[in-house]
C-alpha cells in the first residue's frame, strides 16, 4: 500500500502573503482586503518576508535542501473564489525539496514544500454564493510527500510527528487543514482531496482503504480517479469536477522575478519525539508519557528541559501533571524548580500554593529539610513538651501553639507541620510510627 | 532650458488652464489623444498618463470596454511621484486595448497624427505621442512592453524613453506582459525626459522588480548599426537613415556597421512570452469585482465568466487564445521555455557590442502609414512592423526614439540603445542632436 500527501497549512503571519492586510480571516468578511489581494488592475504583489520565513524553517525543519534563490509560478484556472484567475504557487524552484521526516525508525520522503496564496473563502446558501475575500492571499504551504506512508497506523504516526513538528514551528495544524490524499492498493492511483482536519485525514483513508480492499477481493478494477471525503456520510465520492496538472498552463510569475532567500536564517527545529525518548532513555522515565507531554506543548518541553539535571523525571513529570490540571504551565523555570522541591518535600500542591508560586512568594517550608529530619525534630520536641501533649486532644489551642513552635524552629509550613504532627501523634498512639 | 523649467519661471495669464483645456478639446475631437481630460486643472506644468496606468478617481480601462467603469481606489507610483512634484494631471491618453497594437487603432476611438490626420499615431502610446506633438508645455507618462512609447513618438515626431526594465515601478500598471512592460516618458525634448525620470524613478517596494539601481551616464564615442536589422527596412527610408548615420560622424561619432546573429528570432520570441503573460492577466476580468459588470448572478459562473469575456477586442481574443495554447503543457517547451532562452541568448548576444558602443536603428521599418493602409494588415504584417522596436525591449534595454528627418512633411525616428542602467548616457546624445537639429510642430497649445 503507497499513500502519499499533500497537506496545506496556513502560516500564522500577521499580514497577507502578498499584501499588508491582516491574515486573521476571522475578521468581519471582506474588511481584511486591498487592490492587491482583491486582484485589482494594476496592483502586483509584495512577497512577505516572513512567511518566507517561516516556510524555510519548515522546510528546514522536514530536512529539505533549500535553494538560495526561489521563484513562483502562475497557475491558471478560472474559479469564483480566485480574484485574479490564477494562484501564485511554486513548483521546480520552491522553499524546498528532497526532504525525509523521520520517526519510530522510519521515514517519509518530502517532495517538496512550497508557499501560495490561500484563495477567497466561499460560503454557499441554497439560494446564493457568498465571497468572503478576507481569506484571498493567506500565505500557505504545501507539503508534498512521497507515496511513502504504508498504511492507516502509519499515516497517524506520521500526521502526529508532521503535526509536532509544525508545532514547534508556530504552525497549528489542528486549527486549520486541508490535505489531499493519494492512496494506491494496486497500481491505480486515487486521490482523495479537500480534507479538512486531522480527524477526517484518518477516517478518510480508513474508508478509501477498504474500498479499494473490497475492489480487489471482488476482482474488480480500481479507476485511477479524484474523489471527495464526505464527513457526514464518511465515505469518499467521485469527483465531478476533473483535474489535471496538465491543465493550469504554468508560467513564471514574472512580478516577483528570483528571489534571493539566501540571508534569511530559518528557525530552529525542535524534534519533541527525539527528545522524549532520549529523556525516556536517560531517566529510565516512560517514554510515551513523555512524548505525550511535550509533542504538542512547548512549556512542558520548556519544564521538562529546565529540570532536566534533577535526575528524578517521575516527580518532574507529576510537577506538569499538577500544572497542567490548574492550567500554569507557563510558569517560569525557576518556579517551577522550587515546586519541585516542595513536591521532593511532600507538600500538598494546591491551587494558593502554584498562586503563591507564581507570585514569588516564599513559601515556608524548610528547603533544606527532609522529610525523616523534620519528622525527628517532630517528635523530639513531642518528647520535650510531654506535658502539653497530654492536652492537645481536648485544646486545640495547644495543637497550634505545638505547631507554630515547630514550625518557626524549623522554618516550615505550619500546614505540614500540623499534619505531620497529627499523624505522628497518632501513630504513637497507636504505638507504630506513622508512614 | 528644460520646458519645465521654463514653465515654471514663465508668467501664465489667469485663464490659462481653461484655454488650454477649451483647446485641447477641440482639437482631442479630431485627434483621439485624450479618452479622459481633467477639466479642473488649474496648476502644475501639465502632464498626462496613458489610460493603462492607474490615476485614483479616475476611470482607467486601458482602452478596454471590459474595464469600463473601472475607478482605481489608488494612483501608479509614477503618477504619485509627478503629482508630488508639483505637475498638474491633464488627463488620460489614449491607446491600443491593452497596449496590443502598434498603430493606435485597436481602439474605440482611432488615434489620428497631427501631422495629417490621414495617418495612424502609431501605438499603442497613441494619445501620449500626441499630446507631446500638439501641446507645447506638456509631459506624457506612458508605457512600452514591445515598442509602444517608440513607435508612436517616431509616427508624431517627438521623443520617446523607454528606461532600462525596472527602473521605474510598474505599481498602478495593468499589466500587458510583466516581464516587459516598462514604464515610460514622451516629451518634446530629453532634457525633459531626463528631469522627469529624476522624478519618476527609483525604488518602490510595491513592486518587487523595481530595484532602485543607479543610473550610469557612461559615454559612448562608437556607434552600431546592426546589419540584420536593416535587412528588413524600407528602401524609402533607407537613405535619409544613412544620411543621418552621417551627419552623426559629423558629430565625432564612429559609426560602424555590426552583425549580430539571431536577431530575425526576436520577434518570435517577443510574441510567445507577450502572449503566455498577456493571456494569464486578462484571466481577472470576469466582471464581478471591476470594470463592466455582468449582473445575472444566477448564472453557472463558467457562463457567467464566458459572457463577461465577450467584450474584449479581437486582439485581446486572438492573445488570450495564442497565450494559452503556448501555455499549454504539450508545447510549453517548444514555445514558452524556448523563448525564454532566446530572451536570454539575446541579451547576451547583445551585451558585449553595448559596451563598446550605442546601438542606432531606425524605430519603423515603414514609413508612417496612412490608416486605411494599416487597417489592411494582417496580423503577422502587423506583427512584423515592431521588428525594430522589439530586440530591445524584449532584452529590457534602454532605448530613446527621436526625429531626424521628415519625408513629405511626416516625421522620420531613429532609436538609440545601450546596455541595462546606463540610460541616461542615450540621452544625452539626443541632447546634443537637438542642439543641430529643430523638431517641427504642428500645433503649440498652451504657447506662452
Ligand atoms: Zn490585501
Known amino acids: 500500500m503507497k499513500i502519499g500527501l499533500e497537506v496545506h497549512v496556513a502560516l500564522p503571519t500577521k499580514s497577507k502573503l502578498f499584501c499588508r492586510c491582516s491574515a486573521d480571516a476571522s475578521e468581519e468578511p471582506n474588511t481584511a482586503i486591498c487592490p492587491i489581494c482583491m486582484g485589482f488592475p494594476g496592483s502586483k504583489p509584495m512577497l512577505n518576508r516572513e512567511a518566507v520565513r517561516m516556510a524555510l524553517s519548515i522546510a528546514r525543519a522536514l530536512g529539505c535542501k533549500t535553494p538560495s534563490n526561489i521563484s513562483f509560478l502562475r497557475k491558471i484556472y478560472f474559479y469564483p473564489d480566485l480574484p485574479k484567475s490564477f494562484q501564485i504557487t511554486q513548483l521546480e524552484e520552491a522553499v524546498g525539496r528532497e526532504g525525509l521526516v523521520e520517526y519510530k525508525e522510519r521515514g517519509v520522503r518530502i517532495r517538496r514544500v512550497q508557499i501560495e496564496e490561500d484563495p477567497a473563502k466561499i460560503v454557499r446558501g441554497d439560494e446564493y454564493t457568498l465571497l468572503d475575500f478576507n481569506r484571498s492571499g493567506v500565505p500557505l504551504v504545501e507539503i508534498v510527500t512521497e507515496p511513502d506512508i504504508s498504511g492507516e497506523d502509519d499515516l497517524r504516526d506520521f500526521m502526529t510527528e508532521l503535526r509536532s513538528i509544525l508545532y514547534y514551528l508556530g504552525v497549528d495544524i489542528e486549527r486549520e487543514l486541508k490535505v489531499d490524499l493519494n492512496i494506491s492498493l494496486a497500481e491505480q492511483r486515487v486521490e482523495v482531496k479537500n480534507i479538512t482536519g486531522i480527524k477526517n485525514i484518518a477516517d478518510a483513508a480508513h474508508y478509501e482503504i477498504e474500498r479499494q480492499e473490497g475492489l480487489i477481493r471482488e476482482h474488480r478494477a480500481i479507476a485511477a480517479e479524484t474523489r471527495s471525503y464526505n464527513e457526514e456520510k464518511m465515505s469518499t465520492v467521485q469527483s465531478r469536477e476533473k483535474e489535471s496538472n496538465e491543465e493550469y498552463g504554468f508560467i513564471y510569475e514574472p512580478d516577483l522575478a528570483t528571489y534571493d532567500v539566501s540571508d534569511i536564517v530559518p528557525e530552529d527545529p525542535v524534534y519533541a519525539t527525539r527528545i522524549a525518548d532520549s529523556y525516556a532513555k536517560g531517566f529510565h522515565a516512560n517514554a510515551q508519557q513523555i512524548r505525550e507531554a511535550i509533542l504538542f506543548n512547548r512549556d512542558t518541553l520548556r519544564l521538562i528541559d529546565a529540570s532536566k539535571d534533577s535526575n528524578e523525571m517521575r516527580i518532574v513529570m507529576n510537577g506538569i501533571a499538577i500544572l497542567q490540571r490548574h492550567k500554569a504551565l507557563d510558569i517560569e523555570e525557576g518556579e517551577f524548580l522550587r515546586l519541585l522541591e516542595l513536591l521532593r518535600n511532600g507538600t500538598e500542591i494546591d491551587a494558593g500554593i502554584i498562586r503563591r508560586l507564581r507570585l514569588g512568594e516564599e513559601i515556608n517550608i524548610n528547603m533544606r529539610a527532609n522529610l525523616d529530619e523534620l519528622d525527628d525534630e517532630i517528635r523530639k520536641t513531642i518528647e520535650n513538651e510531654g506535658a502539653l501533649i497530654e492536652e492537645y486532644k481536648s485544646n486545640k489551642k495547644v495543637f497550634n501553639f505545638l505547631v507554630g513552635k515547630i514550625a518557626k524552629k524549623y522554618k516550615a509550613s505550619p500546614r505540614y507541620v500540623s499534619e505531620r504532627l497529627r499523624l505522628i501523634l497518632e501513630g504513637e498512639e497507636k504505638g507504630h510510627r506513622a508512614l | ?448
Open chain 2, 1 to 448: 532650458m528644460s520646458s519645465i523649467r521654463e514653465f515654471s519661471k514663465r508668467e501664465k495669464p489667469e485663464d490659462y488652464y481653461l484655454r488650454l483645456v477649451e483647446e485641447l478639446k477641440k482639437l482631442n475631437n479630431s485627434l483621439n489623444a485624450f479618452s479622459v481630460i481633467n477639466e479642473g486643472l488649474s496648476s502644475g506644468m501639465p502632464f498626462s498618463v496613458k489610460d493603462n496606468i492607474c490615476v485614483e478617481g479616475i476611470e482607467t480601462t486601458a482602452s478596454s470596454k471590459v474595464l469600463k467603469g473601472y475607478i482605481p481606489p489608488f494612483s501608479a507610483t509614477a503618477v504619485e511621484r509627478m503629482l508630488a512634484s508639483g505637475f498638474g494631471f491633464l488627463g488620460k491618453t489614449n491607446m491600443d486595448e491593452f497596449g496590443f497594437g502598434t498603430f493606435g487603432l485597436n481602439s474605440e476611438k482611432e488615434a489620428r497624427n497631427p501631422f495629417d490626420e490621414k495617418y495612424v499615431a502609431g501605438g499603442s502610446s497613441s494619445g501620449a505621442a500626441i499630446a507631446t506633438s500638439i501641446l507645447r508645455y506638456h509631459i506624457a507618462i506612458a508605457e512600452s512592453t514591445g515598442g509602444s512609447i517608440a513607435a508612436p513618438a517616431a509616427f508624431c515626431g517627438v521623443v520617446g524613453f523607454t528606461p532600462t526594465y525596472g527602473v521605474v515601478s510598474r505599481y498602478g500598471l495593468i499589466d500587458y506582459a510583466n516581464s516587459l512592460d516598462k514604464i515610460g516618458i514622451v516629451a518634446r525634448s530629453a532634457e525633459d525626459i531626463e528631469e522627469t525620470l529624476e522624478i519618476i524613478k527609483g525604488r518602490d517596494r510595491y513592486d518587487t522588480t523595481c530595484t532602485g539601481r543607479a543610473l550610469g551616464r557612461e559615454p559612448r564615442k562608437r556607434i552600431f548599426i546592426i546589419k540584420e536589422l536593416m535587412e528588413g527596412v524600407d528602401e524609402s527610408i533607407k537613405s535619409h537613415f544613412t544620411g543621418f548615420a552621417e551627419r552623426l560622424k559629423g558629430m565625432g561619432y564612429a559609426v560602424e556597421e555590426r552583425s549580430v546573429s539571431g536577431m530575425e528570432k526576436a520577434i518570435a520570441a517577443y510574441y510567445v512570452i507577450a502572449m503566455a503573460e498577456a493571456s494569464t492577466n486578462l484571466a481577472k476580468y470576469t466582471g464581478y469585482k471591476y470594470g463592466l459588470k455582468n449582473e445575472k448572478y444566477s448564472e453557472h459562473y463558467n457562463e457567467f465568466f464566458t459572457n463577461a469575456r465577450e467584450h474584449f477586442g479581437i486582439e485581446a481574443k486572438r492573445r488570450i487564445i495564442l497565450g494559452t495554447f503556448i501555455r499549454s503543457a504539450s508545447v510549453r517547451d517548444r514555445y514558452y521555455y524556448k523563448a525564454l532562452r532566446l530572451r536570454a541568448e539575446l541579451l547576451a548576444r547583445m551585451e558585449p557590442l553595448l559596451e563598446e558602443g550605442f546601438v542606432l536603428a531606425p524605430v519603423m521599418p515603414i514609413k508612417v502609414p496612412k490608416i486605411d493602409e494599416a487597417k489592411g494588415l494582417s496580423p503577422l504584417e502587423m506583427y512584423k512592423a515592431d521588428m525594430l522596436t522589439i530586440p530591445p525591449n524584449l532584452a529590457g534595454l534602454p532605448h530613446v526614439s527621436f526625429p531626424y528627418a521628415y519625408i513629405g512633411g511626416m516625421p522620420l525616428g531613429a532609436q538609440l540603445m545601450t546596455s541595462h542602467f546606463n540610460d541616461y548616457s542615450i540621452l544625452g546624445v539626443v541632447k546634443e542632436w537637438e542642439r543641430v537639429f529643430t523638431y517641427r510642430f504642428r500645433y503649440n497649445i498652451g504657447s506662452l
